[in-house]
């Protein structure tokens, strides 16, 4: 795993700022089990979008990106929900993530970078709390050159939508067999009013399979936030 951890080590008593009842930041919970996976929209009802970016396949300059759209469910490009390959805890529907395969440039040995992902924006009642993205994975047809991520972003869109956070962990290699995986991210005030992004990215060229499967997604701030918070207003109260 390859990741950025923030956190925070002094002023601790104040992550109650973080506490679900008071936050910008919702949770989010999703084992896919109640979304229709007939049903073309299911994901974008779900509130997830894409967006692409592609690189020279020889030299890695940016080319150009497209998004953000709602993310499909139709098998062909970055998203669909899968059906038979859970676990006793995955149940019998899954997420799977995969490269824009209705991108061209594939074929011209371009790298497709495909990301999809839930967005939310980061309010000032967030800031001082940790937020845990949690999920399972298994890997798929990922193959030849291809690559796979978890990531959780922060844009400034004050600042161009500069990237000012990217942690992620590295899926590429994981076992194709179910395990469990998380990542979190620490909310200082310089994150409030940007744009906080989790979910799943692949890079690949040349339609090569890129294929990983994810379940039981959640994102939501460390109980210690919510312990915290309760032991805060007691304080409060007693004086």
Known sequence: MNRRLFTCAAGVLFAF?????????ANYSQDFESLNAADTGA???????????????????YLYGYGVFPAPNDGAAFSAIAT????????????????DYNNGDHANGHK??????????VGAADVGATYTFSWDA????????????????TLD??????L???????????????????????????????????GFLNNATNYEGSGVF?????FAPEPSSLVLFGLALTVIRRR
Request: glycine content about 14%; aromatic content about 12%.
């Open 17 to 25: 700022a973080g506490a679900s009842a008071m936050a910008d930041l």
């Open 43 to 61: 994901l974008a009802g779900d509130g997830w979008k894409v967006f692409g970016n592609v690189f020279d396949g020889t030299n890695g300059n």
């Open 84 to 99: 038979g390959e859970g676990g006793v805890d995955q149940g019998a529907q899954q997420l799977s993530i995969f490269s």
């Open 112 to 121: 497709i970078e495909s990301n999809v992902f839930q967005e939310q924006v």
């Open 138 to 153: 298994k890997l798929g047809n990922l193959g030849g050159a291809s690559t796979a991520l978890a990531f959780i972003k």
């Open 157 to 162: 869109p004050g600042n161009g939508f500069a």
């Open 164 to 198: 000012t956070n990217f942690i992620t962990v590295d899926m590429t290699s994981i076992p194709t067999t179910w395990g469990s995986y998380n990542s979190s991210i620490f909310i200082d005030s310089s994150l409030e009013n940007q744009i906080l992004q989790f």
């Open 214 to 218: 994810y379940d039981n997604i959640n």
